[in-house]
């Protein structure tokens, strides 16, 4: 069956850590792939996305995501996270239509 | 502004009572979708539509229905309300296939 997976449920990190949120994705053929974040309360919002090119794509907010297309895998990377940073980060892979995993909470501590 | 709305944002009801989510997008998009958010379970698709009078199930399709009229419009119908579709609904829209949605603010309903 089709899925998107991401490993990490929860993370916690002091502020100044590196970041790496794992997702890997089982479908075939040609996808695109996203990272979205939702902060406390509110709705989700873009990060970053990956159509085709370069497989590292940056986004917003100082993120980046790796695409490995032999791995099915497109992590999510920042070198050094903030408070700010707290929220709930989600993989989405777009085939027929758009998939979502299941989230991995993100709590950076000051 | 380019904006997804959904309406109510916080809805109480009771078993049974048929109610209505709006959603409108006012840009132009082809594509809408209604997701469902639970914890540990992230977004599942409930209906999507790739364009007017243009509908197809999601992944927990079981006890909704949608209609897409006009473009801009993507009702998401609960005819007979269960206590098991407490959730958060998303719903988003996006210009073409490929694109990312764009998320309205959320409707958070609670069945009792």
């Known amino acids: 069956a089709q899925s998107v997976s991401q490993h990490n449920h929860h993370v916690i990190l002091s502020e100044a850590a590196s970041l790496e949120l794992g997702c890997n994705y089982s479908y075939g053929g040609t996808v695109n792939l996203f990272w979205y974040v939702q902060y406390p309360g509110q709705h989700l919002q873009l990060l970053l996305k990956y159509f085709s090119g370069d497989p590292l794509v940056k986004g917003i907010k100082g993120f980046e995501a790796e695409f490995i297309k032999s791995k099915f895998s497109f992590n999510l990377r920042k070198p050094s996270v903030q408070w700010s940073d707290t929220a709930e980060y989600f993989c989405?892979?777009?085939?027929?239509?758009?998939?979502f995993g299941a989230g991995t909470r993100l709590t950076v501590k000051p | 502004e380019a904006q997804v709305t959904q309406n109510p944002r916080y809805l109480i009801t009771v078993t049974g009572k048929k109610l209505t989510v709006t959603c409108s997008q006012n840009m132009n998009h082809e594509y809408m979708s209604w997701y469902r958010q639970d914890p540990g379970l992230g977004l599942r698709q409930i209906y999507y539509s790739m364009n007017v009078e243009v509908t197809d199930k999601g992944d927990v399709p079981e006890g909704y229905k949608v209609s897409r009229k006009e473009k801009r419009n993507f009702p998401l119908i609960l005819e007979s309300p269960s206590p098991n579709q407490t959730s958060l609904y998303f719903c988003?829209?996006?210009?073409?296939?490929?694109?990312?949605?764009?998320f309205g603010s959320g409707t958070r309903l609670t069945v009792v």
């Open positions: 989405a892979v777009n085939n027929n239509d758009m998939r």
């Open positions: 988003a829209s996006r210009e073409r296939r490929g694109n990312g949605y764009t």
